[in-house]
């Protein structure tokens, strides 16, 4: 079965073509980093025109290196929610013309879904449960999985996404945007432990994070140190609000696999691309005697290889989506 994946729902246009659920035939991402870069952040409206522009030829393309035509796609997956209400409907609405033009089956998917999803590319999926760990731009989340598609979420931020806190140090630093890959690639040249900051939330007992005072205990330190005529060195500023970050994630990802009995843990989201937070996992999971997996670095950030791979988990149980569907930007975790 071939399946063609959409995804619209931030800054990136992505079309996919997998098979079977897990070989990626094709795989393009169209980034407009570079169209939001001058605002600072991602304008909706801006977003919404460019996927417009861009998600036709990007068909195309992907049916093209795939070996494939619009006829032989079995399937369209498209991301539904959450997301940015304009960006999904462009990528739907391709999505419900491709299905109605070629005959195939049709399938919404939750993006977050598609995150821990791209686990499985190449391989399929373990055996559950899992504990899956939720980390992008817009989300910060622990999830107990006791089978597949079945979601308990066990906490989230109260403020801030992993991402966003990532972005928005960056750019307090001056490293463009988005800044969680050029925080990544300075912090490992810097020291973890240079400097303390606090670890939010590390004690309260339940596995909800708090990101906000981190960012305020960064923009805080670099003044008095600047106040007191004392240097800050870039690298060590960056390892250590990472650190803080992991920390914390690490520790209570593997608190609630132990806790829900699981051996394996998934991680999830454009900030399972951070080269830390791979490898403190991995220690971790060994340490605890928990399987740690996570998608290669393509598959961590937005793209519709994982979104045809949820779709086709789905579709495989026989679940198809009616062509009236709409956008959910608010779309939950649902089980
Ligand atoms: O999953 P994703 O591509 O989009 C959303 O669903 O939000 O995640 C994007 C986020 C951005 O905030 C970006 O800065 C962050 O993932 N990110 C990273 C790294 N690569 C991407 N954060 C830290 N380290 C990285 N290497
Ligand atoms: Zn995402």
Known sequence: MKVLGI????????????????TVLSNLVSSQTDLHARFGGVVPEVAARA???????????????????????????????????????VGIAGAKAVALASRA???GVNHLEGHIYANFLGHGPPEPPYVCLVVS???TMLVHMPAEHRYEVLGQTVDDAAGEAFDKIARFMGLGFPGGP?????????????I???RAMAESGDYDFSLSGLKTAVLRHVKAEQAAGRAVDP???????EEAIVDVQVSKTIAAAEEKGVRTVLLGGG????????????TAGDQAGVRVLFPPLELCTDNAAMIACAGASRLDRGERTPLDVGADPGLELAS
């Not at 990007?58 to 209400?85: H, K, N, Y």
């Not at 050029?182 to 240079?194: I, V």
């Not at 900030?271 to 991995?282: F, K, S």
């Open 196 to 198: 303390r900051f606090p």
């Open 105 to 107: 089956e049709f399938v």
């Open 51 to 89: 996927h417009v522009e861009a998600l036709n030829p990007l068909m195309q393309e992907a049916l093209e290196r795939a070996g494939c035509r619009f006829a032989d796609v079995d399937a369209v997956a498209v991301t539904v929610g959450p997301g940015l209400v304009g960006a999904l409907l």
């Open 137 to 139: 731009g817009g989300h």
């Open 182 to 194: 050029a925080l990544d690639r300075l912090a490992r040249a810097g020291n973890p432990a240079a």
């Open 271 to 282: 900030v399972v691309a951070n080269t830390r937070l791979r490898e403190r996992m991995e």
């Open 235 to 241: 690298a060590d500023l960056a390892a250590s609000f």
């Open 7 to 22: 995804e619209t729902s931030c800054d990136e246009t992505a079309v996919a073509v997998v098979e079977d659920g897990r």
